[in-house]
């Protein structure tokens, strides 16, 4: 089964022969599903009205537990955005009455950022319509080759997750 990489690939060994184009083989790929990733992201969400950076923060919240609280340096780290980014992540999603903010206990100046009702709804149904999206392009491998797969991705990208930000 040929796809559009290995036209791609094909291409280049024809006029650069000397250039080895071989991680092109699976990054082209790696690039290519992640496109298709998000197109299905953006789809399980649609029917929430919610942006993909909305699903990121609000389960964040959601895999804190109950109460599902987080104080803004813990959404930072999880989320990886600046400090005015988040703020202004957080106040678009006070106004859609998704989170609130709450005086922190343990700190007189600090917040904490928690999931209403309506957050907790949004996030776990949210969440079922991504992994609907999710088994959908996965469809065409085995168990065997899902895990697989996922052992040689984790192998690929676990030196990245230890970079600093």
């Known amino acids: 089964m040929e ?3 290995d036209r791609l690939v094909a291409a280049w060994r024809r006029e650069r022969p000397d250039l080895d184009v071989e991680p092109l083989e699976v990054l082209s790929r790696v690039s290519r599903l992640a496109r298709h990733l998000d197109r299905a992201r953006r ?4 029917e929430l009205g919610l942006e993909p950076w909305e699903f990121d923060v609000l389960t964040a919240l ?6 599902y609280q987080l104080s803004p340096g813990q959404l930072l780290t999880q989320t990886l955005v600046t400090s005015g980014t988040m703020t202004n992540r957080v106040d678009r999603l006070a106004k859609k009455e998704l989170v609130e903010r709450l005086p922190d206990p343990g700190d ?5 950022v928690r999931l209403t009702e309506a957050g907790k709804d949004h996030a776990d149904r949210a969440l079922a319509n991504l992994l609907a999206q999710e088994r959908a392009i996965l469809s065409g491998l085995s168990p065997a ?9 984790r192998e690929l990208t676990a ?5 600093p930000s």
Do not use: C, I, K, T
């Not at 959601?62 to 109460?67: F, H, K, L, M, W």
């Not at 007189?108 to 904490?112: P, Q, S, Y």
């Not at 080759?145 to 991705?153: E, F, T």
């Open 43 to 46: 789809m399980a969400f649609a």
């Open 145 to 153: 080759q899902r895990h697989r797969l996922a052992g040689l991705l």
């Open 159 to 163: 030196p990245f997750d230890n970079l």
């Open 62 to 67: 959601r895999r804190a537990g109950s109460p």
């Open 108 to 112: 007189r100046r600090g917040v904490l």
């Open 3 to 5: 796809d559009e990489v």
